[in-house]
């Protein structure tokens, strides 16, 4: 990645970089990106470093040095964190555009239960400026509902899969993601709907969502991530939206749409990591299907490994 600066590199980046150059078809951008914030937050917990936004700029200049990015500027702009690169000893600007989000993220995390920081990258990097800007997921409803909710058999910890009769019209799982968000949970939920007609025609107005698709709107109300995505960007908002917090429930209606686009394997792995963490921190995983959308084969092993709501 050059010739210059002393970089500092833990183990398990390592092991990161070398899936990634054995994987024939990863997305090389977006795999040295996710490979580059993996290490930029390892760089900062070895370092054990945390800095308000007041003192981040100190902080990301010092640890950018550390790791062989020798000269740039950052500052806040009403786009996000801008960050000029002006001397580096990595030439790839994936892996820089992913590091610094990675050192951000960690350097202004919080232990506050209630907040849920994140940063991503606005965009391509422009003759090596970055903007970085902020997510926070919605805390959710304001007001918890004290009427009795409308599901008691849901087991915190457990995942359920949901029979629908349509694969577009998720419409048992939203019911029982309203009824939980009403009553305390907080919700992310991946769909391929439109995120503001599920909010409208579902009442979602406190949930988190991201919108599995290519197509690019720029919304800032949700995320939008391409369905190709899940072993890098989806994976860690997920673990970072359900990591050591409870009372939160996923909800991830497009199986049928990601399996098509990843294949079986890779979904129920990653089906299988998730629910590791909500058994973990007693949270809820609920997954809507339609049966016919799925090969026979599929929807069998799915139903061996999932507690099952309908028919």
Not at 134 to 149: A, H
Request: charged share 25%; aromatic share 10%; net charge negative.
């Amino acid at each position: 990645m050059g010739d210059r600066g002393n970089i500092v590199m833990p183990l398990e980046a390592f092991d990161a970089l070398e899936a990634i150059l054995q994987s024939p078809d990863a997305d090389t951008d977006r795999s040295f990106a996710a490979f580059g914030h993996k290490w930029g937050q390892r760089l900062v917990e070895m370092l054990d470093e945390r800095c308000t936004l007041e003192e981040l700029e100190q902080f990301v200049i010092q640890i950018a040095w550390e790791a062989g990015i020798s000269k740039l500027d950052v500052k806040k702009t009403y786009e996000g964190i801008s960050i000029r690169v002006k001397e580096s000893g990595i030439n790839n600007n994936s892996f820089i555009g992913g590091f610094l989000t990675g050192v951000i993220s960690e350097l202004l995390s919080t232990d506050e239960e209630q907040k849920q920081y994140g940063f991503e990258l606005a965009g391509d990097a422009k003759e090596q400026t970055f903007i970085i800007r902020e997510t926070l997921y919605s805390q959710g409803s304001k007001t918890i509902d004290e009427s009795p909710v409308k599901y008691p058999s849901l087991v915190p910890g457990e995942r359920y899969l949901v029979i629908e009769e349509d694969a577009t019209e998720p419409v048992k799982a939203f019911d029982i993601l309203k009824d939980l968000t009403e009553h305390g949970y907080l919700g992310l939920c991946m769909t391929t709907i439109l995120p503001t007609r599920a909010m409208e025609n579902y009442g979602l107005h406190g949930t988190n969502f991201i919108w599995l698709t290519d197509y690019r709107t720029g919304a800032q109300e949700f995320k939008e991530m391409g369905p190709m995505r899940l072993e890098f960007e989806m994976s860690r908002d997920v673990r970072k939206f359900l990591s050591d917090q409870r009372h939160r429930v996923l909800v991830i209606h497009g199986i049928e749409y990601l399996i098509r686009h990843n294949g079986f394997d890779k979904i129920s792995n990653f089906l299988d990591t998730v629910s590791r963490i909500v058994s973990a921190n007693d949270n809820l995983l609920i997954c809507p299907i339609y049966p016919k959308a799925l090969k026979e084969i599929d929807y069998s092993n799915m139903k061996t490994i999932f507690k099952m709501i309908g028919d």
